[in-house]
């Protein structure tokens, strides 16, 4: 980024707080301090509470060797704003920097809490080697105390109780969306309210039928258009608890971890019933296991099909949601009754739903000739992930524009409409991967979904 660009567009906006924090910033990344420091004074004269500013007063003592004191400033800001997850992250690199491992740990665990985005592999290594290894709680007097672990009777022997944070898993106690946070969408809606919602908010009813509620639900294709949404929001609206599975956390170098890992995260989120667990890009872990060479793969597969029969303790109120972008290379296992036995076609956002998305991406923008149905016209085809692109790269030719006049330049209609043509669909080359195997590996009716929406078959 041009700071000389961005400090003429200052000095003809001075006030501009999003401006001084990118200035100051840029100062900071050149070891400007007093430049740096300038910036963020000002900003905390125009805005006594800016969060991000404080941090960065406090970020620049301790880069001038004055740490004591941005240990004491950051300590009265998570005080005053104790959801401000980058004040808790530096006090982890200042707690770490003067040798008290457990304090960073406790300062870091809590940081990555508040915000994934702060997570940091690298640093986190370093405070488990420094002796940061054991789950720690503040106590009223602000010290330190190791947590005990609880026996959690895991059928695998020596294997200890263990948090969300252990695992590294994303995890609300309640889901913070809703279906009337996503924009459209209303056939997967109304899919999800009657093959999950309706049974879990009525358990007696449904118990009466023979049925207990949870179960294992598949969401399935092209990548942008909402499966993870979806998945949180559901679990919103059964106000349950959400534990979100990545590949990385489950896979491990080790012969016989993988498989425990997996464990751990199902009794987890067991103990956290009523519970949704979701499983992104559930084709990697769920591969078909005649392409599997090695024995060690084949092993976790078996593992995660015996946790999604219940074999070694009850799913009752357990929710299982997978999201693939590749139904195709699971193994057909997985798609027997008991485990993922609902499958759900969640399809690019239809015109309505687009136009309710472009309304989303607008928010805290500033616009001029916005025309939300007119974006929707333009995008046939686009994901959400493709609209917001869209709006981005429309972002982009607005700032363009701002640099070089030194004064906010709202995005307009037409660049909105320019934008739209040079971003391309990318669920096109997904559908043509799918109308192969629709067409010609869809005995089962598996994909009758996808030709419904192709037109290549009558709903």
Same mark, same amino acid.
């Given at each position: 980024?041009?700071?000389?660009?961005?400090?003429?567009?200052?000095?003809?906006?001075?006030?501009?707080?999003?401006?001084?924090?990118?200035?100051?910033?840029?100062?900071?990344?050149?070891?400007?301090?007093?430049?740096?420091?300038?910036?963020?004074?000002?900003?905390?004269?125009?805005?006594?509470?800016?969060?991000?500013?404080?941090?960065?007063?406090?970020?620049?003592?301790?880069?001038?060797?004055?740490?004591?004191?941005?240990?004491?400033?950051?300590?009265?800001?998570?005080?005053?704003?104790?959801?401000?997850?980058?004040?808790?992250?530096?006090?982890?690199?200042?707690?770490?920097?003067?040798?008290?491992?457990?304090?960073?740990?406790?300062?870091?665990?809590?940081?990555?809490?508040?915000?994934?985005?702060?997570?940091?592999?690298?640093?986190?290594?370093?405070?488990?080697?420094?002796?940061?290894?054991?789950?720690?709680?503040?106590?009223?007097?602000?010290?330190?105390?190791?947590?005990?672990?609880?026996?959690?009777?895991?059928?695998?022997?020596?294997?200890?109780?263990?948090?969300?944070?252990?695992?590294?898993?994303?995890?609300?106690?309640?889901?913070?969306?809703?279906?009337?946070?996503?924009?459209?969408?209303?056939?997967?809606?109304?899919?999800?309210?009657?093959?999950?919602?309706?049974?879990?908010?009525?358990?007696?009813?449904?118990?009466?039928?023979?049925?207990?509620?949870?179960?294992?639900?598949?969401?399935?294709?092209?990548?942008?258009?909402?499966?993870?949404?979806?998945?949180?929001?559901?679990?919103?609206?059964?106000?349950?608890?959400?534990?979100?599975?990545?590949?990385?956390?489950?896979?491990?170098?080790?012969?016989?971890?993988?498989?425990?890992?997996?464990?751990?995260?199902? =009794?987890? *989120?067991?103990?956290? !019933?009523?519970?949704?667990?979701?499983? #992104?890009?559930?084709? &990697?872990?769920? /591969?078909? @296991?005649?392409?599997?060479?090695?024995?060690?793969?084949?092993?976790?597969?078996?593992?995660?099909?015996?946790?999604?029969?219940?074999?070694?303790?009850?799913?009752?109120?357990?929710?299982?949601?997978?999201?693939?972008?590749?139904?195709?290379?699971?193994?057909?296992?997985?798609?027997?009754?008991?485990?993922?036995?609902?499958?759900?076609?969640?399809?690019?956002?239809?015109?309505?739903?687009?136009? =309710?998305? *472009?309304?989303?991406? !607008?928010?805290?923008?500033?616009?001029? #000739?916005?025309?939300? &149905?007119?974006? /929707?016209? @333009?995008?046939?085809?686009?994901?959400?992930?493709?609209?917001?692109?869209?709006?981005?790269?429309?972002?982009?030719?607005?700032?363009?524009?701002?640099?070089?006049?030194?004064?906010?330049?709202?995005?307009?209609?037409?660049?909105?409409?320019?934008?739209?043509?040079?971003?391309?669909?990318?669920?096109?080359?997904?559908?043509?991967?799918?109308?192969?195997?629709?067409?010609?590996?869809?005995?089962?009716?598996?994909?009758?979904?996808?030709?419904?929406?192709?037109?290549?078959?009558?709903?």
């Amino acid at each position: 980024m041009d700071l000389e660009a961005l400090k003429i567009a200052l000095a003809a906006s001075p006030d501009n707080i999003p401006l001084l924090m990118m200035v100051g910033k840029l100062h900071e990344d050149r070891f400007e301090l007093a430049d740096a420091r300038s910036c963020f004074d000002r900003v905390v004269v125009l805005q006594p509470d800016h969060g991000e500013a404080l941090v960065g007063i406090a970020r620049l003592l301790d880069m001038a060797g004055e740490s004591s004191e941005a240990a004491v400033r950051l300590e009265s800001l998570c005080a005053r704003q104790p959801k401000l997850a980058s004040a808790w992250m530096l006090r982890a690199r200042i707690a770490f920097d003067e040798g008290d491992a457990m304090a960073a740990r406790s300062y870091y665990d809590t940081a990555v809490d508040l915000d994934r985005a702060q997570a940091d592999d690298e640093f986190l290594q370093s405070i488990l080697k420094a002796g940061g290894n054991k789950r720690v709680a503040m106590t009223s007097s602000g010290t330190f105390h190791e947590e005990e672990d609880e026996d959690d009777g895991n059928p695998f022997d020596g294997m200890d109780a263990v948090t969300a944070r252990d695992l590294d898993l994303e995890f609300r106690v309640r889901a913070d969306l809703k279906f009337e946070d996503i924009g459209g969408m209303e056939k997967v809606k109304d899919d999800i309210r009657m093959k999950i919602i309706h049974p879990l908010k009525n358990p007696e009813l449904f118990a009466a039928y023979g049925k207990k509620p949870g179960g294992g639900v598949l969401l399935y294709g092209p990548p942008g258009c909402g499966k993870t949404l979806m998945a949180r929001a559901t679990a919103g609206e059964i106000n349950a608890s959400f534990f979100s599975v990545g590949l990385h956390q489950v896979l491990d170098m080790y012969i016989g971890e993988s498989e425990q890992k997996l464990h751990k995260i199902f =009794e987890l *989120a067991r103990k956290s !019933a009523p519970a949704v667990l979701f499983f #992104d890009e559930t084709d &990697a872990l769920a /591969a078909d @296991r005649r392409d599997m060479r090695q024995s060690a793969g084949r092993n976790l597969i078996n593992q995660f099909l015996s946790e999604l029969d219940g074999a070694q303790a009850a799913n009752d109120g357990l929710l299982i949601l997978g999201a693939t972008n590749a139904p195709w290379h699971l193994d057909g296992a997985f798609l027997r009754p008991g485990r993922f036995d609902r499958i759900i076609f969640v399809p690019p956002p239809d015109v309505g739903a687009r136009e =309710e998305i *472009a309304k989303i991406h !607008a928010k805290g923008k500033p616009l001029v #000739d916005f025309d939300p &149905a007119d974006i /929707a016209k @333009r995008t046939d085809g686009f994901s959400g992930a493709d609209l917001r692109a869209v709006f981005d790269q429309a972002t982009e030719l607005a700032l363009t524009e701002a640099m070089k006049k030194g004064s906010v330049v709202p995005v307009s209609g037409k660049m909105l409409a320019k934008a739209s043509k040079e971003v391309k669909p990318s669920t096109r080359k997904w559908f043509e991967s799918a109308k192969n195997h629709a067409l010609y590996a869809n005995q089962s009716g598996f994909y009758d979904d996808v030709l419904v929406y192709l037109g290549l078959k009558k709903a």
